[in-house]
């Protein structure tokens, strides 16, 4: 199974947009792919997406990478909670994306 997603949230407004984007630490450990076993315990492969550049890790799509890969899901606050499979060090596991938390809103 292959989870990737991007780290940004474009139903929010531009403000609170760029904040949440700001949290990511451009790690590019989601854009791996990942194997989640029938007791829910995730193992990266060492296999990336086909549009992540392994050296800046950062996606050569951006903007269309929705579109391009089907695997690909945007992250949001609203489905942060539901995200298990995101690796360990993964900024958004530290913060609070619930609607009233402070972690990113501004
Ligand atoms: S794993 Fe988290 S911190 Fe790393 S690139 Fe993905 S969204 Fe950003």
Redesign the pocket.
Known sequence: MRRK???VNHDETKTTDSHWEQ?????????FEKTIDHKGAVRTLAVPCRFLDIHS?SCRIYHQRLQAEEDCIK?TPENLPKLNW??E?????SIDASPKSADFRR
């Open positions: 997603m991007d780290n949290i990511c630490n451009r790690c590019g450990e989601c854009c890790r992250l995101l690796p060090n993964c900024a958004y596991r």
